[in-house]
């Protein structure tokens, strides 16, 4: 079988899978909230730290085309704009 992970030994790689097949579905979902959660700081962290003179509302649409992709940012902003 291929590694999953290309940085880590295979003897670690199993213990790390065979540990995760023991979680529980909740606790899978918690570990997946949290890794999205720090991701999500991650990125605005990212975009304060790189595009600092951004207002609220172009800040907000980079944000959005980071995390959820171009096209749904657009149809975000196209919504928005007729509330303008």
């Not at 959660?37 to 085309?65: N, V």
Request: hydrophobic letters at 35%; proline letters at 5%.
């Amino acid at each position: 079988m291929k590694p999953l992970i290309s940085d880590t030994r295979p003897e670690v790689e199993r213990i790390l899978i065979e540990g995760f097949r023991k979680l529980s579905p909740t606790q899978r979902f918690r570990m997946t909230c949290n890794m999205m959660e720090t991701g999500r700081r991650q990125l605005i962290r990212g975009i304060k730290d790189r595009e600092p003179h951004l207002t609220e509302a172009e800040f907000r649409y980079r944000f959005a085309q980071l995390w959820l992709g171009e096209e749904i940012a657009e149809r975000i902003k196209e919504r928005l704009s007729r509330y303008e």
